[in-house]
């Protein structure tokens, strides 16, 4: 078996937002946009993310095979594991997945400067991080994100952003902001 890629967060960030989104307010909006397909489907996951259908599968499976996801009993679909997931992010995923800082650019804020986020630290340095995308708003020091279509995927899904955005903090963070990131991220994925 392969090991872990970081696009299998992506997926798992992004069927987590879904089960929310079902929760609150069913997926009927998600589900127009994709004429006919589940965003639980390879397909609607593919259309949503910007992630291949292959690489989709390859997520799922992995994520299966780690624990980090489980099929569930009556649907058949993975379920993301989230206490192991938020495990995962908050002590593993910055020694797997890290995160280094580039020059500056323009692109969509990320980490503690996306908007939903904003002010909840302040933060000693004078710039803010940025996934480089040139639909972006924001002049930062870029990040590479967790998987090239990440910037693209967030305009479409706010919780997928906020999610992703805490990720960065997490794995761009120094110990104090990881543990604020680690803490919200707690709030949201294990709703404590």
């Known amino acids: 078996m392969n090991g872990m890629k970081s696009q299998d967060i992506v997926v798992l960030l992004k069927l987590v937002s879904l089960q929310e989104q079902e929760e609150l307010e069913g997926l009927g ?3 127009l946009s994709l004429k006919g397909e589940t965003p ?3 397909r609607g996951l593919e259309a949503l993310l910007g992630i291949s259908k292959t690489e989709i599968n390859g997520a799922i499976r992995r994520s299966l095979s780690t624990g980090l996801a489980i099929k569930d009993r009556r649907s058949g679909r993975p379920n993301p594991n ?7 992010i ?3 995923l910055k020694y797997v997945f890290p995160a ?3 020059g500056m650019t323009r692109g969509t804020a990320t980490a503690f400067a996306a908007p939903m986020l904003k002010g909840l630290l302040i933060s ?9 995308s040139a639909e972006g708003s924001d002049m930062g020091q870029s990040v590479q994100p967790l998987f090239k279509s990440v910037p693209q995927a967030v305009r479409k899904d706010d919780r997928l952003y906020e999610y992703l ?3 960065d903090a997490i794995r761009l963070g120094n110990q104090r902001e990881a543990a604020l990131a680690g803490n919200l991220l707690a709030e ?3 709703r404590k």
């Open 100 to 102: 280094k800082p580039g």
């Open 82 to 88: 989230r206490r192991n997931l938020h495990g995962f």
């Open 188 to 190: 949201r994925l294990l």
């Open 40 to 42: 639980y489907s390879v």
């Open 165 to 167: 955005a805490l990720v």
């Open 29 to 31: 909006d998600v589900g």
């Open 90 to 92: 908050v002590h593993g």
């Open 124 to 132: 000693g340095g004078e710039y803010i991080y940025v996934w480089p």
